[in-house]
């Protein structure tokens, strides 16, 4: 069976007052293009599907239109979940009849329990959809007042799914979560700010593929078999250097791969990743002020979004209005010289490159010369995660 592994779509995103509704549509039109060749069974999405709980007008919009392409256009089923950014209660809304078309939006971890079942030539997959929760909301969904932390969070989950798995079916989780190990990327709010938000890969054994969302940078974790599939653009400078794509996933019958110790007939899964060709790239240039303006007068890509790291050292007038006659969006400029602090040379944290805790601690000691100490960070965590539950349920 062949699906089509995305997520981290983000609609509605702001990048430096940037609005990047044209630019995910330029992509979006590329996946249903691709979906339209490769004819997969189903497009599964792995989370944030918008990048804030109550996104604008024209990110709804946009939504509607991919899924109405996916859906009633070409006849390919869809899956998608709700991540640490979405809303759950409006991601689920009217799941029940939007089932019937193919439609298949899991909200909150109550909607997770209705099974989703393809077929093929060789038999049954089972999809089984795990949204983000926080450990307050999956208590109450499993009645399970021992979990505490994302790990306890995705366990229940993916051992509810297990067990309601029958044994000749091939099985593949949706989940949207923090493999231990894997590579964070700038641009990805935390799944947790006071506990643990991090969920070991084990947790997944037992499931023929996992379709992972949450972190921007493709990657598999430990295994083909486990994959986030990254985000659909560059949403941050910081991820200039990496390659944005889907997943083409095709999985086998079973013991179409040779089994391991103590487990016999073993699911063979293969993964293409597509790349995707974005309608601006996101670039940091280099140089002085003047060269800059020299290489950007000629520069064929001139329209890609741009952060310019200025050498200079001396004070310059008005440098990004003067970059802008050559590279018309440039969005930031840094200093590299004037970034560092104190006789030691150190780079001073910028907000967004760490946790806003960390931000705090190294304000509090510029302010008071003094450390923010463990009872301080303990009380600062618990503020920002109370806030960070609220943000999610809430108006911009």
Known sequence: MRLIHTADWHL????????LTADQAYVLEQLVELAAEVE??????????????VPPTEAVDLLDHVLTEFVDRLGIPVIAIAGNHDSAVRVGFASRLLRERGLHLVGELRQAAA????????GLVRIS???????????SAFG???IHDQQA????GAARALAAAEPRERHVLVAHAFVTGSLESESERPLSVGGAQQVAASTFAGFDYVALGHLHRPQSCGSDAVRYAGSLLKYSFAEHAHEKSVSVVDIGPRGSAPGDAGRVGRTKVTVEAVSLRPRRDVRRVEGTLAGLLERGASDPNRDDYVLASLLDDGALFDPIGRLRAVYPNTLAIERPAYERAGAGG?????????????LFQSFFGYVTDG?????RRDALTGVIDTLERRRREAAP
């Open 129 to 139: 959809a795990l949204p983000f929760a926080d450990p307050a909301e999956a208590r």
């Open 40 to 53: 997969p069974a189903a497009v599964v999405v792995a989370g944030d599907l918008y990048d804030r709980a």
């Open 144 to 146: 399970d007042p021992a």
């Open 371 to 375: 450390e923010l100490g463990d009872a």
């Open 12 to 19: 509605g995103r702001l990048f430096h007052n940037q609005h």
């Open 346 to 358: 150190a780079e001073r944290p910028r907000p967004g490159s760490v946790s806003d805790v960390d």
């Open 115 to 122: 099974p989703i079942v393809l077929q093929d030539e060789h």
């Open 153 to 156: 969070v995705s366990s229940a």
